[in-house]
């Protein structure tokens, strides 16, 4: 056994010698450079210097300069630089991209290279000896590599992304992800290393800068559809990591919400009311609602039901699938002497509800007010059905008995009684036609005839009724829309019922027909279309507009009426859906309206204005007038005689200080002084009730002893005329009563300071003509 693992190894030992030889032969052959002979024997295993070995070169792309780029140098151990040897070049551009120094072994590059179509190029290389032209070496091959540059911008793989998610999501909801490629180098550098940014759609989204996944940033109270639809996000990816000098490319992102059940519905208006005849069978339409709901499509589907008031068993409703309107229709015989009109509440809310966004308002309520119309009913017998006794031998014109019938309507009609010939085909009896006695015409026999005749009563019609609208019509009209509009269709209905069936014919009211808003088409089918006259309306201008219709039937007499369609204006959408109207309640609710009690707040306030008046007015009275009598007349005095201020100065002396002393005091601090004068003393006033000479006398005094009061030119006059002078009153107060020319000749006398007075005054009236 030992002698076998012996053998074994001794075996495995001369393969690996062997193997050896032959790889050291083998790295010769490629390797070795020089002589070209392979050494055997000893010098096997012997290293050889490796003179003539590249294994590649690199460039830099997108070279600009004017000369060849420089690659790199071949050197070859037998070139010993006495110019005998030769380099000489192949392979991929070898002599027209690439070329060598034949004498040097300079490698240049001729023009510039784009890495992004080529990245590297396979070259090969040999020496010969010019003057024998034998390879002096064996040929190599090595590899010329580019270097990149950050010459490419980051490319979207779209345009233009499109993308969807639901309103009111989280923060952080992941919506769509953006990708960008950069054909620049990946393994080298930074160059095609991208970071994403969002440059528009802050702050709603935002954009993971590694993955370019676009997320929501804002929560659910702020991406509401109703508010805002669609976003348009653009997104930017730039490489060299973001860093600045990198280039940048974009995309655009639309962003739409999509809308979730997060508007209950609401009803247009709170109150509805609707007219039915009395004689409306089951099934009959009564009306229809309609209530609005922010949502669109599924969300927005809704049904309506009856939730309380004295016609829940009357009346029902449904919705309508197409308009997503109540249709209210009647499900039990109607009787307007019984009951005459029913209100009903109606409730509406959302098919498909949403658990996160029910609340207490998720629900809306309605009133809706039917008016049953009083019909032209067919009068009613008191009994079912009548038995008559009557003995054989009766003579003719005996009465036979009597039937009563009666009109159910309200207007209490005569009744006319008949009887129906089919089933009295003999004529043996008959009928007044006033009292309903019935009376026999031909003698009877027993046992000839008998038989049992029901009575019939049939009350022929005549037209007596006018047709009329056949519901309550109400529509509205855009501000902007098209003249000749369709906005409405009406029909009509009458309560009489022509053999030949109904015919009516509709138009405008001829007192609208030069000047209304709106024309009357007649469609020939027992309808009529309501057309818009003009392209615009303002809803500031007029919200409401009456379109009187006139509808006749076709029957004898002609009857006719006139029905009134109410038309608002409402602000509408491109597609034409009504967005906002005026708030005006189509009928009057209880309580006091608006306008009622803006009036009573206006007359309240005139009120209590004229009673602040009439107060006001009162104490006015009670204040003594400074001028008690006419025969008194004292006028305030101006002085204009001094050189400085001329007209400006209109300090004027108050003569009613004169006649109160009291209330001169009061009245001292705030007196208007000249203003070139500051007192510095307080002069005293005279408080008693005497004549006002005494008051001037002591105001002269004080005048005098005043050594502060410097000598101005200014004159006080305190000259007192008193009553009963010869020269009368100076006051001017009387003397507009005088129709009197004045005489202002006497002005000339007076000097030459009254001179221009006297031109002004005393020029007659052909001087100024």
Avoid at 68 to 93: A, C, F, M, P, T
Avoid at 190 to 205: R, T
Avoid at 682 to 689: A, E, G, H, I, K
């Amino acid at each position: 056994m030992r002698t076998l693992l012996l053998c074994i190894t001794w075996l495995c030992l001369c393969l690996s010698l062997e193997g050896l030889s032959l790889i050291s032969w083998r790295t010769e052959a490629v390797d070795g450079r020089g002589s070209g002979a392979a050494i055997r024997g000893k010098k096997l295993l012997r290293r050889v210097k490796r003179g003539w070995m590249w294994n590649q070169f690199f460039l830099q792309e997108e070279y600009t300069g004017s000369d060849y780029q420089y690659i790199g140098k071949l050197q070859s151990d037998q070139d010993h630089g006495n110019g005998v040897v030769r380099y000489v070049l192949s392979g991929e551009g070898a002599g027209s991209i690439f070329v060598i120094d034949q004498n040097n072994g300079d490698l240049h590059a001729t023009r510039r290279l784009d890495r992004e179509e080529k990245s590297f190029y396979i070259l090969r290389a040999t020496v010969v000896d010019k003057r024998t032209g034998q390879k002096l070496e064996p040929e190599t091959e090595f590899t010329i590599k580019l270097h990149d540059i950050n010459d490419n911008e980051p490319t979207f793989s779209k345009e233009v992304y499109t993308a969807t998610v639901p309103e009111r999501s989280d923060i952080g909801t992941s919506i769509i992800q953006v990708t960008a490629t950069d054909a620049d180098d990946s393994m080298y550098g930074s160059s095609a290393k991208l970071v994403y940014s969002i440059s528009q759609g802050h702050p709603y989204f935002s954009v993971d800068p590694n993955t370019g996944v676009i997320r929501t940033a804002l929560g659910p109270g702020d991406m509401d559809r109703e508010q805002r639809e669609h976003y348009q996000v653009v997104i930017e990816a730039k490489d060299m990591a973001g860093q600045r000098g990198g280039l940048t490319g974009t995309t655009v992102v639309n962003i739409s919400l999509t809308d979730v059940n997060d508007n209950p519905p609401r009803f247009t208006q709170s109150i509805y009311q609707f007219r039915v005849p009395e004689l409306a069978k089951s099934g009959t339409p009564v009306g229809r609602i309609q209530a609005t709901d922010r949502d669109v499509g599924r969300n927005a589907e809704m049904y309506f039901t009856i939730i309380s008031g004295d016609g829940m068993d009357v009346y029902e409703i449904f919705t309508d699938k197409d308009t997503q309107e109540g249709v209210i229709t009647v499900s039990k015989p109607l009787d307007f002497e019984k009951k005459p009109s029913y209100t009903v509440e109606i409730q509406v809310q959302n098919t498909h509800m949403d658990p996160r966004f029910m609340s207490a308002g998720s629900k809306d309520v309605a009133t809706v007010r039917i008016a049953v119309e009083d019909m032209d009913e067919p009068p009613m017998f008191d009994k079912a059905s009548y038995v008559m006794e009557l003995k054989e031998d009766a003579e003719v014109g005996v009465a036979v008995g009597s039937v009563s019938a009666v009109d159910p309507d309200a207007a209490r009609s005569m009744v006319k009684y008949s009887i129906d010939r089919r089933t009295d085909m003999d004529r043996l009896f008959n009928i007044h036609p006033g009292n309903g006695s019935v009376f026999l015409l031909k003698r009877l026999d027993r046992e000839e005839a008998s038989s049992h005749v029901p009575v019939y009563i049939q009350v022929l019609d005549i037209n007596d009724n006018p047709p009329t609208f056949a519901t309550v019509y109400e529509t509205f009209v855009c501000e902007r829309t098209k003249a000749g509009q369709p906005i409405q269709t009406v029909s009509a209905v009458d309560a009489d019922e022509p053999s030949s069936g109904h015919k009516f014919f509709f138009s405008l009211a001829p007192e609208k027909m030069h000047r209304s808003n709106f024309t009357v088409r007649d469609n020939g089918d027992n309808t009529a279309s309501i057309l818009t006259r003009r392209a615009s309306y303002s809803r500031l201008h007029q919200s409401i507009y009456l379109v009187p219709v006139v509808i006749t039937d076709g029957d004898y007499p002609m009857q006719s009426s006139t029905g009134t369609l109410t038309v608002r204006v409402c602000t509408c959408d491109r597609d034409g859906n009504m967005e906002l109207c005026n708030p005006e309640a189509l009928s009057s609710s209880a309580g006091i309206s608006t306008g009622a009690l803006i009036a009573i707040l206006l007359c309240a306030i005139i009120l209590l204005m004229i009673v602040v008046l009439f107060t006001a007015l009162k104490r006015q009275r009670k204040q003594e007038p400074l001028i008690i009598s006419k025969e008194d007349v004292r006028d305030n005095v101006v002085s204009y005689n001094d050189e400085g201020g001329g007209e400006e100065d209109t300090q004027a002396f108050d003569i009613g200080a004169l006649r109160h002393p009291d209330a001169a005091t009061s009245m001292e601090e705030s007196a208007k002084q000249r203003r070139d004068i500051i007192p510095t003393d307080t002069l005293l006033v005279s408080r008693d009730n005497g004549d006002v000479r005494e008051f001037i006398n002591q105001r002269i005094l004080e005048n005098d002893c005043n050594p502060t009061a410097p000598p101005y030119d200014s004159l006080a006059t305190y000259a007192y005329e008193g009553t009963g002078s010869v020269a009368e009153s100076l006051s001017s107060l009387g003397s507009v009563s005088s129709e009197a020319e004045q005489d202002y000749h006497y002005l000339s006398d007076w000097g030459p300071r009254f001179r221009k007075l006297a031109d002004l005054y005393g020029a007659e009236d052909s001087d100024f003509s």
